[in-house]
């Protein structure tokens, strides 16, 4: 008997998802009605010049990978980052959450810590796991970052790095054949850049242990607000 005349048992069953593509990205909507998400993942222009791609694995959980996003106090002491500035209040649009900040910092990719230059970065959190930052340096640089967290268990999580250059500095010799290679190389230092920050945070993030109620010191008002904005992807507990 050939195993495409045999019927399937009733019981057997397929769990559908939906689905969406975004800038060369798929994304699978998780939550209480698989079939009918409660928001879509941020829709921006095609405008990649050239991207950059890390995977990484790590302990930590969605929530608090996107929690850095509000943590401004940890920009400085974890990433050395100076001048800090809050372009924008921190705020909340149902499942979506925003906020600003400018600083200085270094590269640093090997052999080029040395650069230091300004920053002023706009970032998104869309639902739990999914943040983008939008990054426009001193010197016309405009780039994207994506960083994606999917839980693997209780534990792990898998983590992409992306980053899109979506534009150069009008440098007369970038105006040439030169300025393809120019964004290829532009995205590789950014990607790993951003992989050398986000090993810092993981660090951290092995190490967190859960409180329900935990003290907030002053300075983290934002962060409260980011779990309060959390707690709407929750299943709601029956006492």
């Not at 532009?186 to 993981?202: G, R």
């Not at 409180?211 to 992807?233: G, H, N, T, V």
């Amino acid at each position: 008997m050939r195993a495409r005349d045999v019927k399937p048992p009733r019981s057997a069953q397929l769990r559908r998802f939906a689905v969406a593509e975004t800038s060369g990205l798929i994304f699978a909507y998780f939550g209480r009605d698989i079939t009918k998400p409660r928001w879509h993942t941020p829709i921006f222009p095609s405008d990649s010049m050239a991207r950059g791609l890390r995977r990484m694995t790590f302990r930590a959980h969605p929530q608090t990978t996107s929690e850095n996003s509000v943590d401004m106090s940890h920009l400085e002491e974890v990433h050395g980052y100076t001048q800090l500035t809050k372009l924008r209040e921190t705020e909340m649009c149902g499942p979506f959450l925003f906020s600003s900040y400018s600083f200085t910092r270094n590269m640093l990719t090997f052999g080029l810590r040395r650069i230091k230059f300004d920053v002023e970065i706009q970032i998104g959190v869309w639902g739990l796991g999914v943040s983008t930052v939008n990054v426009a340096t001193e010197y016309g640089i405009l780039a994207r970052q994506w960083v994606l967290s999917t839980p693997v268990d209780g534990e792990m999580i898998e983590m992409w790095l992306i980053v899109d250059i979506r534009k150069l500095p009008n440098w007369w010799w970038l105006k040439s054949l030169l300025r393809t290679p120019a964004a290829k190389l532009a995205s590789k230092f950014a990607v790993n850049d951003l992989e050398i920050e986000v090993s810092k945070d993981a660090l951290i993030w092995d190490k967190q242990n859960y409180r329900s109620q935990p003290a907030y010191s002053a300075s983290d008002r934002d962060i409260a607000l980011f779990r309060r904005y959390c707690q709407q992807f929750y299943p709601k507990v029956i006492q």
